[in-house]
């Protein structure tokens, strides 16, 4: 079973940009597809952006515009780049792997959930 690790929260300013990277321990190419998540303190885990092998995104409509989802087959890696953030995407990101790109929505998810990683936006 492939292995998940996301890196590369923190904390920045309302307005601020992070770029974060969920890393994989096996080729990404044979992935269907890989969605980043986020959950906030008392509430439940939401997809953010979900992109499919062939490149097909999908997005929270609450970050579209600001956020954008890509990945690298050769570094087996699937990034995150968040601009323009705001105090409402303070939030524990995690990402996992799903059948295909409307599964990132509504599972199954491949594999087990990680640590995630913090990001948290100050006013």
């Known amino acids: 079973q492939v292995q998940l690790v996301e890196s590369g929260g923190g904390l920045v300013q309302a307005g601020g940009s992070l770029r974060l990277s969920c890393a994989a321990s096996?080729?990404?190419?044979?992935?269907?597809?890989v969605g980043w998540y986020r959950q906030a303190p008392e509430k439940q885990r939401d997809l953010v952006a979900g992109?499919?092998?062939?490149?097909?995104?999908r997005y929270a409509d609450s970050v579209k515009g600001r956020f954008t989802i890509s990945r690298d087959n050769d570094q087996n890696t699937v990034y995150l780049q968040m601009n323009d953030l705001k105090p409402e995407d303070t939030a524990v990101y995690y990402c996992?792997?799903?059948?295909?790109?409307?599964?990132?929505?509504?599972?199954?998810?491949?594999?087990?959930w990680g640590q995630g990683t913090q990001v948290t936006v100050s006013s």
């Open positions: 992109i499919a092998r062939g490149g097909t995104t």
């Open positions: 096996d080729s990404i190419s044979r992935i269907n597809a």
């Open positions: 996992n792997t799903a059948t295909s790109l409307y599964a990132t929505k509504f599972g199954p998810w491949g594999v087990s």
